[in-house]
């Protein structure tokens, strides 16, 4: 059953650095998200992308934050400049109907 | 906006015993679409239903079901007979249709669930 990956597992990071986290969405999905979840809370939304371009974005998804898709087949997060708080395990989801969730990346800022 | 409310934030029972999770949701889309997911201590999250707001059937697929109710804004989760397998967090969330075909999803924020042995 296809399936999204992401890689790496856990990053761990030193406050100021620029970290990509890699996604491979499923082959036939036409959206693109990313979510993260701070330790112990909910869910929430960063960013969706289609068509080779961001559809929609939150308040957290600010200038430190970009989204790629640099070959057709993976789907990037950038953040520039880590901060502690962005401490999370960041997902990555493609839909075609329902959005599958790729395993998480816990990025540990120190 | 939209919103999602999980009261229950701690639920333990004890195996084999029914219980429901509810979800309450807020929107001012009349077409939106409501979801279960599921985090197992390994972190993932599956994907258990995607609902249609047309679609007020209730809908069952082996120990789950689900109930939506419109008139009280409500998409509740049975687990019947549970089992220590469905020890989990249970994220309850809604989308609405963006401009391009795209759904952002607005999670509540969790139950979690204990079966007790």
């Known amino acids: 059953e296809p399936e999204v990956t992401q890689t790496p597992s856990h990053q761990v990071t030193q406050m100021g650095q620029e970290v990509i986290l890699r996604c491979v969405p499923i082959s036939n999905h036409l959206y693109f998200y990313w979510y993260r979840q701070i330790l112990g809370q909910k869910v929430e939304f960063l960013v969706s992308f289609y068509n080779n371009e961001i559809s929609e974005k939150s308040e957290i998804f600010d200038d430190q934050f970009s989204v790629e898709r640099p070959d057709g087949s993976n789907f990037t997060l950038k953040i520039r400049s880590t901060k502690l708080e962005d401490s999370a395990m960041y997902f990555c989801a493609s839909q075609v109907n329902e959005q599958f969730f790729g395993p998480g990346t816990r990025l540990t800022v120190l | 906006a939209q919103k999602v409310t999980q009261a229950q934030t701690e639920i333990s029972v004890v195996e084999k015993e029914d219980v429901t999770l509810d979800c309450v949701y807020e929107t001012r889309d009349t077409t939106y679409y409501l979801f279960w997911y599921k985090q197992p201590p390994s972190g993932e999250l599956v994907f258990l239903i995607r609902?249609?707001?047309?679609?007020?059937q209730n809908e069952i697929s082996g120990r789950y079901s689900w109930n939506f109710q419109k008139s009280t804004s409500s998409f509740n989760f049975t687990i019947t007979a549970s089992q220590v397998v469905d020890s989990a967090v249970y994220f309850c969330?809604?989308?609405?249709?963006?401009?391009?075909?795209?759904?952002?999803?607005?999670f509540g924020t969790g139950t979690r669930l204990t079966i007790i042995p």
């Open positions: 969330a809604l989308s609405e249709e963006g401009d391009f075909g795209n759904e952002k999803l607005t």
């Open positions: 609902r249609n707001s047309f679609d007020e």
